[in-house]
């Protein structure tokens, strides 16, 4: 037993003499944990990430009926006049938001990217806009910065018309009433380039050509994919100083085409815009954007086809904002905003002219906590139908994290 223990002895001292004189592996760069900024916990990622978003509590009551129950954006025709009540709550308008970066590809060049996902779902019916929201992505990209130039590539907004109005319905965003402009699949080129104290910003992309979906003899036809082509975008904003604040005022276009089958080909799509953001003092500012073109429903500004005559439907909207604040915690905002399409190419019954107008108060209860409500009145006249008038209220309250 004796010289069974002095051989373990030995073995153990063996042992313990090997693993001192092993090197201490690194830790892997693919395996080492990344903290997110600011956050209150760690990420196993290979890159940096910043989890972002609010969680957005919303209750509204219109009169009469709206397009949409959760995102409204016009008056419903109605020629009964019946102006029904509405009441309604939803959370789809809450933001997951990861981004991603800065990864250092080399010396100069970096890669960031983000992905951002809502919880809207446009039907009306059953309980999809009460308990059985599903995950939708609002934007996905990589874009890579080297010097002055970006490239993105993924889903982003529109290079056209890249502003937003600060309306609390954040769904509805004012489309069809004033605001153009998207989110669709783009490859996307930018460049800035300095000029004094000032900058030009130029930005130009291949879109995904979004069209019309119809059904023909069993087969799901895509009047933008059958087009062939995509729709490009650009834009050249100049950004300079003025009045102790920096002021932006810019230009955007689009150029596509639509394929409607067994009705027309090669309809062309096309749209010119200005936009400007005019800070005019440290609690006082404007912000809007004006656009015109023809068959423009893809990016919300109506028109389209008329799909009896072939015929491109031509449009023209607007919107301006007037932002006041903030005043401690306090933020007020006016908005007005108009879309008016044209009626000769208009198919009967279609929306014709909507007209949008409101007000905001936001107030921070807390810095990550805000409160919101907001009244808007609607005005929306149809092709040869009803003319409908529609006031609303939106609370909101919002927790950002």
């Known amino acids: 037993l004796g010289a069974d223990l002095g051989v373990l002895a030995l073995e153990l001292e063996r042992l313990q003499q090997q693993v001192a004189e092993t090197p201490e592996a690194p830790e892997s760069e693919a395996s080492a944990p990344v903290d997110a900024e600011n956050g209150l916990f760690t990420v196993m990622s290979k890159v940096p990430i910043t989890l972002t978003g609010f969680l957005k509590g919303d209750m509204l009551w219109n009169s009469p009926r709206m397009n949409s129950t959760s995102a409204p954006r016009y008056v419903l025709a109605d020629p009964g006049h019946n102006h029904d009540d509405q009441f309604t709550a939803t959370v789809q308008h809450s933001r997951l938001i990861a981004r991603l970066g800065d ?71 004012y489309w069809f009433g004033g605001n153009a402009g998207f989110r669709r699949p783009q490859l996307r080129v930018s460049r800035s380039i300095g000029i004094g104290e000032s900058s030009l910003e130029l930005a130009g992309s291949v879109n995904a050509n979004v069209g019309v979906t119809v059904t023909d003899n ?9 087009a062939g082509i995509p729709v490009l975008e650009g834009s050249a904003q100049f950004v300079f100083p003025l009045l102790g ?75 301006i904002q007037a932002t006041f604040g903030p005043w401690k915690r306090l ?44 009244y808007t009145h609607f005005d929306s006249k149809f092709r ?14 919002i927790l950002s994290f």
Not at 168 to 173: A, E, F, K, M, R
Not at 278 to 306: C, H, K, V
Not at 384 to 397: F, K, L, P, Q
Request: aromatic share 8%.
């Open 103 to 173: 990864v250092h590809l080399s010396q100069d060049t970096t890669a960031v990217g983000q992905i951002e996902l809502d919880f809207f779902n446009l039907a009306d019916s059953g309980d999809t806009n009460f308990n059985n929201n599903q995950l939708r992505v609002r934007q996905l990209f990589a874009q890579v910065n080297h010097d002055q130039w970006k490239v993105l590539v993924g889903q982003a907004w529109d290079v056209f018309s890249p502003l937003n109005p600060a309306s609390l319905n954040t769904n509805g965003n």
């Open 218 to 226: 069993g087969r799901t036809l895509d009047s933008g994919r059958d």
């Open 245 to 319: 604040n920096s002021m932006t005022v810019g230009v955007s276009g689009l150029w596509g085409e639509e394929d409607v089958d067994g009705v027309k080909e090669n309809v062309t799509q096309w749209a010119a815009g200005v936009h400007a953001v005019l800070p005019l003092t440290t609690w006082a500012s404007l912000r809007g954007e004006y656009q015109a073109g023809s068959n423009t429903d893809a990016f919300l500004m109506g028109g389209g086809i008329n799909t009896t005559t072939g015929r491109a439907v031509g449009s023209q909207s607007g919107w």
């Open 331 to 374: 933020t007020l905002n006016l908005l007005g905003g108009a879309n008016d399409i044209d009626r000769s190419n208009l198919t009967p019954g279609a929306l014709k002219h909507n007209v949008l107008a409101g007000a905001n108060l936001r107030f921070k209860v807390f810095d990550p906590l805000e409160v919101g409500v907001e």
């Open 384 to 397: 040869d139908a009803s003319h409908e008038r529609a006031d609303m209220i939106w609370t909101s309250a």
